[in-house]
């Protein structure tokens, strides 16, 4: 039989994009407050006999029904003070043993495409849905600290190595690319030095297909180079930042 352990718990920052903005799973745990309902990230306790990989995934499927998805360690959380907000305090009374135990977190990230993944909510969790990052300022416990960190992680990251095209179905607009790169970066890119660095580099191809379907002129599509990108990474290129 499965024991919870009340001091260890992993959350889950799971990143997406809708073309516009950057975007973050959030589920619902349904608690009526004078704010309304209060938005977490998935996350929950682990079990005794689970690794802290294996917990994540479980949690995450849990939660909110995504499962199979790679998931890296954005780092531990441990203030004392995590549980300091009476309505945090009050929702764990409902559905926790020990509603007062320290509870130390492991957080984790990853970068999916939103058309792959249909969200459900189901345990504790009443929704389960996708939220423009830029428009959070508040969540769950110390889940809107999580967040930033896992962002910061992300934005660190995308300046040595093209992840964000995970973030992109297989084909793509460099305008899309261009407003991707500037929903992570928080900043302004100038569009044409931007697609002329993203050409230079070669590690995107462009496609004999137009956008269909639009109500503006139909855009050229181009895919991700796979074979260009680790080429480059294998002679000691890593600066693919903007």
Not at 189 to 213: P, S, Y
């Amino acid at each position: 039989m499965h024991e919870l352990n009340p001091n260890v718990s992993v959350d889950c920052v799971i990143f997406g994009f809708d073309f516009e903005k950057l975007t973050v799973l959030l589920i619902d745990r349904g608690q009526e407050t004078k704010n309304g309902p209060r938005l977490a990230l998935p996350g929950n306790l682990i079990y005794n006999d689970e690794n802290l990989d294996q917990a994540a995934s479980r949690v995450l499927d849990e939660l909110a029904g995504i499962k199979n998805i790679y998931l890296e360690q954005v780092g531990a959380f441990g203030d004392p003070n995590r549980i300091c907000k009476d309505a945090d305090r009050e929702w764990l009374q409902s559905i926790r043993a020990e509603p007062e135990a320290r509870v130390i977190t492991v957080a984790y990230y990853s970068l999916v495409k939103m058309s792959d993944y249909a969200p459900h909510a189901s345990s504790f969790a009443k929704t389960a849905g996708w939220a423009p990052v830029s428009e959070l300022f508040e969540l769950a416990f110390d889940h809107y600290e999580i967040l930033l960190a896992a962002k910061e992680k992300l934005r660190q990251k995308i300046k040595v190595q093209p992840i964000g095209f995970n973030l992109l179905p297989e084909k793509f607009t460099l305008s899309q690319l261009h407003k991707l790169y500037e929903s992570i970066l928080d900043k302004p890119l100038d569009k044409r030095n931007f697609r002329r660095k993203v050409q230079k580099l070669g590690i995107v191809t462009a496609l004999k297909e137009k956008q269909r379907g639009v109500p503006h002129k139909p855009s050229l599509l181009y895919k991700f180079d796979v074979e260009k990108y680790e080429s480059l990474s294998e002679n000691g290129f890593d600066n693919f930042g903007f």
